[in-house]
């Protein structure tokens, strides 16, 4: 069954100048429509929820965290893409597709649990 995803970002900089960006995608699955997941602080790597990893290509992603974390994509092994608390991170219709495992892998440092909230499709 496929689905649409819409993504409507409005962006405005010191009050003033505004852009919205509109983009509807068609995805083959949701792997994760809008999951709340709790990571610990143990800095190790979380992998994504098995939902996520049975896609084997994500094209829309969003994950926002209440905490610091590093976000890694597509089997990056290396810095990543750290997050601070409030911070978020969109892909979309983008194509991560490393390897089901490693589409999406994060680690928590921050000294808090971080609560994610993640919405990952594709195929």
Request: glycine share 10%; hydrophobic share 40%.
């Amino acid at each position: 069954m496929a689905h649409t995803v819409k993504i409507d970002l409005r962006i405005q900089v010191d009050g003033g100048l505004e852009r919205r960006f509109v983009r509807t995608v068609s995805v083959d699955e949701l792997g994760a429509p809008f999951a709340e997941i709790e990571k610990a602080n143990d800095g190790g790597t979380y992998s994504a929820p098995n939902a996520v990893q049975d896609l084997d290509s994500i094209s829309v992603l969003f994950l926002k965290t209440d905490q610091q974390v590093t976000a890694r994509l597509d089997g990056q092994s290396d810095a990543g893409i750290v997050l601070n608390a409030g911070g978020f991170l969109l892909v979309c219709d983008g194509t991560i597709d490393a390897s089901a495992s490693t589409n999406l892998t994060s680690s928590n440092n921050s000294g808090s649990t971080a609560n994610y909230v993640l919405l990952a499709a594709g195929s």
